[in-house]
């Protein structure tokens, strides 16, 4: 009974995966005038999935990633980095 019970586990755990889901990054200028200069590009285990330059008072970014996914955030400061969220 225990070597079927361990065999069930096995081959329910070997057809478990990560779906991947989109994910929005959403960045916001408070002043409506845009990033000046400022930028996000965002990884997902080390690839970029892109960058986003926001040129007027909100933009966004789709990207997928998987719930073990290393997602990192890499910024590039702008002139007005106090207006930006």
Known sequence: MKNYLSFIV?????H???AQCTHTFTGIDSYGD????ASVTILVN???QGSLAVS???GTLDYTASACDVITF???SG???SEIS
């Open 10 to 14: 096995l081959l329910f755990a070997s």
């Open 16 to 18: 478990i995966s990560f």
């Open 34 to 37: 845009g990033w000046n200069g």
């Open 46 to 48: 080390g690839v970029s």
């Open 56 to 58: 007027g008072a909100s």
């Open 74 to 76: 890499n910024w590039t």
């Open 79 to 81: 002139d007005w980095d």
